[in-house]
């Protein structure tokens, strides 16, 4: 099962590296533009993201800044979000590589945003850590959709079978 998780890391690094590199091509005011999306904006939807991933590795680790504020955004510009994105998922990817079997069916328990305990099994948090990123991707591939850009394709797929 850790190979798994090793693969959907390295697979969420590459996706965030795709679709970074496409914003990162717009002009400042539409990365931030507020196009009705749930956290607003592209910039917002990535912020999200980050600090999402924040509050989930706090609660595997016990280390790393976190916050309760899922609309939070820890960065002022999209190239400090990125270098923090690019750091993030280096720090999924070590984190994964540090596990081993009976790590991933350990039960985590953790307090959620407003306080709640709960306790899941670690491998069912990074399922849930991994589709959560590929949700908000997606979000963010359909405001560059909207917006006439030709996102590139983020399907994990492209990334296991580079030809197809």
């Not at 984190?95 to 945003?113: C, F, G, I, K, Q």
């Not at 948090?125 to 963010?140: D, E, K």
Request: aromatic content about 10%; hydrophobic content about 40%; overall charge negative.
């Amino acid at each position: 099962m850790r190979e798994h998780f090793e693969r959907l890391g390295a697979y969420n690094a590459w996706a965030n590296e795709r679709l970074y590199s496409m914003v990162a091509e717009l002009p400042a005011e539409r990365v931030d533009a507020d196009v009705g999306a749930y956290f607003g904006s592209i910039f917002g939807t990535l912020s999200h993201l980050l600090v999402a991933d924040r509050i989930w590795m706090f609660r595997l680790t016990g280390e790393g800044p976190v916050t309760n504020d899922l609309r939070e955004r820890p960065c002022d510009d999209l190239t400090v979000l990125w270098k923090e994105r690019q750091s993030m998922d280096q720090r999924i990817i070590a984190m994964l590589a540090s596990l081993d079997e009976d790590a991933l069916a350990e039960m985590v328990h953790y307090r959620n945003t407003r306080g709640e305990p709960h306790a899941l099994p670690r491998h069912f948090i990074l399922t849930h850590l991994f589709n959560h990123q590929t949700h908000h991707r997606g979000q963010v591939h359909h405001m560059l959709s909207a917006e006439g850009e030709d996102p590139p394709p983020l399907d994990l797929l492209y990334f296991v079978l580079p030809a197809a």
